[in-house]
């Protein structure tokens, strides 16, 4: 049964409502599907975040119509129930995609993932697994994904590397002809099993800075039963108020494989209009208060109203990111060994980047970037 594309986003639309991040992107442009010529294309993207408790839940929706050709819609949906401690950080939850291409019907998958994330100083580091099952065009197969990545924040500049790997298992009787589903209760079938890695090695390059935010991804795909090749993607927002900004990108991607949706390019200018950024609100407003409670402890309050998590990493923590307890009324707090002097120290505002807390006095830090200073 045909649906219309549009559904697709308007299907999270109400997730706004209770979002933390969100934001609708439309525009138009150029593309070019599964090596097919087309002419002009109109876009439009959904994507969401929020926290509630300790779920975190990601959704995210896009729908790019070729001209003369039809629409592809591809959509996510992902709840994790997360958490930290120690400078760690967990993840584990099921996810849901759909998506169908120009004259196809919609597949869709189901799998459980998980992920573990360590945070030392600028650097970090991730991994995360995934198993599932998935019904392209009718077929069902189980997959799993692989994945690592490291990354390093240095002021405006993130440099991060990424291997991912899927795994497909479904069964042949030849090589271009897959196994339908239906039982096999003799073991001397034609059909056999087959198994199929493919990986994506990628390095991505994004730059932050008040007046543009830039970034840049450089992946090359390899694996059984297919050709090696590359793809790309760039984009560029520029701010034009404090919840809009135009959108400038171009890519080049790959297929998806778990989905069986083919690849295409695209070039696109774009509005994006989001929800207004609560981490500029807080850091606008917020400040510490620091409590003695011997010689050799202190306790640090900061007040940041609208921040739903918060981690401060410094001189007194070995460079170590500490998840602060929240007290309530937008404040959270954290004891730690400290004798008197003057400490370097940062935080992170609900897994965003590390900055110097507001309302300190700043200095480099070194790599570019600006680190708070505490006079204890």
Do not use: C
């Amino acid at each position: 049964m045909a649906r219309p594309g549009w559904w697709v986003v308007f299907l999270f639309a109400p997730g706004t409502l209770a979002a933390q991040v969100a934001a609708l992107t439309t525009g138009g442009g150029i593309g070019q599907f599964d090596q097919s010529a087309t002419g002009a294309i109109g876009t439009i993207a959904f994507d969401a975040r929020g926290q509630l408790g300790p779920i975190l839940l990601d959704a995210a929706s896009s729908t790019i119509s070729y001209q003369d050709l039809g629409t592809r819609n591809q959509a996510i949906v992902d709840a994790r129930w997360a958490f930290a401690r120690d400078g760690w950080r967990a993840g584990i939850g099921p996810r849901f995609e759909t998506g169908n291409a120009i004259r196809t019907g919609w597949s869709e998958a189901w799998s459980g993932t998980g992920g573990v994330r360590r945070t030392l100083g600028p650097f970090e580091l991730a991994v995360e697994l995934g198993e599932g099952i998935a019904h392209p065009h009718d077929q069902q197969i189980s997959f799993g994904r692989r994945g690592v990545s490291a990354g390093v924040s240095t002021g405006a500049l993130t440099v991060r590397g990424n291997l991912d790997v899927t795994v497909m298992r479904d069964s042949t009787l030849r090589d271009d002809v897959f196994y339908d589903g239906s039982p096999r209760t003799d073991p001397e079938t034609l059909f056999r099993d087959r198994v199929r890695s493919i990986s994506d090695l990628a390095i991505m390059v994004t730059i932050t800075l008040p007046s543009l935010e830039f970034s840049g991804t450089v992946g090359r795909r390899s694996g059984d039963d297919i050709a090696t090749q590359a793809w790309w993607r760039v984009r560029a927002l520029v701010p034009l108020t404090e919840v809009a900004s135009i959108e400038v990108g171009a890519n080049r991607n790959p297929a998806d494989i778990v989905l069986g949706l083919p690849g295409g390019r695209e070039t696109t200018l774009g509005l994006r209009v989001a929800l207004p950024d609560r981490t500029r609100q807080t850091r606008a407003v917020a400040r510490a208060v620091v409590e003695r409670q011997d010689a050799r402890h202190v306790r640090i309050i900061l007040t940041l109203p609208g921040a739903s998590r918060v981690r401060l990493m410094g001189e007194f923590t070995g460079w170590r990111p500490v998840d602060l307890e929240p007290l309530g009324g937008g404040k959270y707090a954290a004891s730690f060994f400290a004798t008197g002097g003057t400490y370097r120290l940062n935080v992170a505002l609900d897994d965003g980047p590390w900055v110097a807390p507001p309302g300190m006095p700043r200095v480099d830090d070194g790599f570019g970037g600006l680190v708070g200073l505490l006079e204890l």
